[in-house]
């Protein structure tokens, strides 16, 4: 294995154009060198961004490194070039389970499927997501439309219109301060906190993308509840959400004054 | 994409200050329609948008509130508006800090009905 690594980078160093650089980055990543694999697939991709599979092989690499967002990124590139391909809906399939969103899971896992009927492994895996989805449906009480989820302890007591449930956490999913719950009652801090990780890297790469600048807020309308995601310091991400009847600016304030607060409790743990 | 899709958005880019206007696949973040008065790495609105959404969708889930209508991000040096734009797809507009963003918001709430 490491006499055809050595060959194959002595062939892609004399001919930098050369498709060896698929071979070389699969056998990189399959020995654990997940850097060196990144490099060599990524400045392949690069070269030939019309080649589907070389947006695989940086996905799959990527996925290896636990890169969620830029294994994403890579596999639609590759469902750009070839709706149909297979491996990167296996891909999406595993991307979507790790994020907790089960139907999109069984989507790309039942379009796998359609295109490689025989794989009785898509199929199990179907049957194993839909079973599980239906143990959850089944645990939780069935969402009703615009409810409030209940407030913090600390907002016991004030009047419905002054609740600000509020919750502080970090870039990798960490609850750090303050409590969500759903409309039933049930802390549900850890699965926000693992849900919106990872968004202010995504804000950042898409407002530089698109030259907007620095971004500073995502304000979210979802029936009768609103949301406005801040992040307080590089490390940090802070929800707050309040009912529907609290206009958007003034929810924009309330966020102003809970990021300081944020930042004064940050400065006084270090 | 359908005559009707671009008026829709067309519609929403001759609003002041409305960089580009699009429709965006929810499942893949793929561009299916847009509208664009200057240059915009459109692509890259179109997979965040997507990505941003399917993590809302889990966060509301959660919460058991209803699914995200409207979301705003706002930038330093302008604004991305997304909203639910019938089944499976996504309005997004790009625009500068200094646009009516209530204009915006029912610009695309209107497109969005147009489309359903």
């Known amino acids: ?270 | 994409m359908t005559s009707r899709e671009q008026t829709v958005l067309d519609d929403v880019t001759r609003i002041g200050g409305v960089r580009s206007a699009l429709l965006v696949s929810a499942d893949d973040g793929l561009v299916v329609a847009e509208s664009s008065v200057e240059g915009q790495h459109t692509e890259a609105a179109a997979a965040f948008a997507a990505r941003l959404a399917q993590r809302l969708t889990v966060l509301t889930r959660t919460l058991q509130t209803p699914p995200m209508s409207m979301l705003l991000l706002q930038a330093s040096g302008g604004q991305l508006f997304i909203t639910q734009g019938g089944e499976g797809l996504l309005f997004v507009a790009i625009t500068s800090n200094d646009v009516n963003i209530g204009e915006v918001r029912l610009a695309l709430l209107d497109a969005a009905g147009r489309i359903a």
């Not at chain 1, 290896?64 to 809906?89: I, Q």
């Not at chain 1, 999109?104 to 179907?126: C, Y």
């Not at chain 1, 989805?133 to 069935?142: F, I, L, Y």
């Not at chain 1, 609290?246 to 400065?267: C, S, T």
């Open chain 1, 1 to 270: 294995m490491t006499d055809d690594i050595a060959s194959m980078t002595l062939k892609l160093a004399q001919d930098p154009a050369s498709l060896v650089f698929l071979p070389l980055a699969e056998s990189l990543r399959k020995r654990g060198q997940l850097d060196a694999a990144l490099t060599v697939a990524a400045r392949g991709a690069a070269r030939y961004p019309e080649l589907a599979d070389a947006h695989d092989l940086v996905a799959r690499i990527q996925s290896d490194r636990g890169a969620g967002d830029d294994a994403f990124d890579a596999w639609t590139s590759v469902l750009r070039l070839v709706p149909d391909h297979l491996g990167a809906h296996k891909g999406l399939a595993f991307l979507s389970y790790r994020t907790g969103d089960l139907g999109r899971s069984v989507k790309h896992l039942t379009r796998a499927l359609e295109l490689a009927p025989t794989d009785t492994s898509l199929a199990g895996a179907i049957e194993r997501l839909r079973t599980l989805m239906a143990t959850r449906a089944e645990s939780v009480n069935p969402p009703e439309a615009d409810r409030i989820p209940v407030t913090p302890e600390a907002d016991r007591g004030r009047p419905a219109t002054e609740q600000t449930p509020t919750l502080l956490f970090d870039q990798q999913g960490r609850v750090m301060q303050g409590t969500l719950a759903r409309a039933d009652g049930v802390d549900a801090s850890d699965a926000v906190a693992a849900a919106l990780a990872g968004v202010s890297r995504e804000a950042e790469r898409a407002t530089r993308l698109l030259d907007l600048g620095e971004w500073r807020a995502i304000a979210i309308e979802s029936g009768a509840v609103n949301y406005e995601l801040r992040t307080p310091t590089p490390e940090t991400l802070l929800l707050v959400m309040r009912g529907r009847e609290v206009p958007a600016g003034r929810l924009a304030r309330i966020a102003d004054r809970a990021v300081e607060r944020a930042r004064q409790w940050l400065e006084d743990i270090v």
